[in-house]
């Protein structure tokens, strides 16, 4: 399922925080569905303050010590990224990792699922996905299980909001001649995004333990 949500897109352009970003080195996101360095990310929230601190801890036989708190990154700092901040503003939730993730022009993100994240698999996390750079060459599909072949293809819109069920088989194509550039934010589900998205399958007790992390800090 990918739905948009309804909250006002980003109406100001982003193209100078795309641009920006074209400066950056990424970190290479290691899977088994993508090649080299088709698929990297920059985080701007997580757990670490460097921007290449794009894993959370037992994600990806990551090294992150558990205790790790989540904090904003250095590229807060920067006058660039305060559209940034105008986004996540519009967003009803606390969040956990909120990440930059590039597929290279030219590349694909082979058919998976997110369910080696426990907190998505489990609702307690759902994830929102914001285009900083796109065209209608990107196609993100989605399939209701992992034997469909056929799965129902979208084009997502820069500065618009949606929530993507990526606990579901999802495969990304980039077939521009640009770099595509999401903001994904990792959002702790409460009442106003069940009301938004659609997901009502929480767990309580494990939605309760997330938050107290989160407010504490």
């Not at 990424?26 to 920059?42: N, Q, R, S």
């Not at 989605?142 to 495969?171: C, I, M, R, W």
């Not at 990304?172 to 009442?191: P, T, Y």
Request: hydrophobic share 35%; glycine share 4%.
């Amino acid at each position: 399922m990918i739905k948009e949500l309804n909250i006002e897109p980003y109406k100001n352009s982003l193209e100078k925080v795309s641009t920006f970003l074209d400066n950056f080195e990424f970190k290479k996101v290691k899977t088994k569905y993508t090649k080299g360095d088709d698929w990297t990310a920059l985080s701007f929230h997580g757990y670490g303050s460097h921007p290449l601190d794009i894993l959370k801890p037992g994600v990806l036989k990551s090294t992150v010590k558990i205790d790790t708190k989540l904090q904003y990154t250095t590229l807060i700092n920067l006058e660039e990224m305060k559209p940034i901040l105008e986004i996540l503003d519009k967003l009803p939730c606390r969040y956990e990792r909120v990440r930059f993730m590039k597929l290279t022009k030219g590349k694909v993100i082979g058919k998976h699922s997110d369910k080696i994240d426990k907190d998505i698999e489990s609702k307690k996390i759902v994830r929102i996905h914001i285009p900083i750079r796109t065209n209608n060459d990107v196609i993100f599909t989605l399939y209701e299980n992992a034997k469909d072949k056929q799965g129902q293809d979208h084009n997502l819109k820069t500065g618009h909001f949606y929530y993507t069920d990526v606990s579901k088989p999802h495969a990304v194509q980039n077939n521009s001649k640009e770099d595509r550039i999401h903001l994904v934010v990792d959002c702790l589900l409460n009442s106003q995004l069940m009301t938004l998205t659609g997901v009502t399958a929480w767990q309580g007790p494990v939605f309760m333990i997330a938050y107290e992390v989160c407010i504490t800090q």
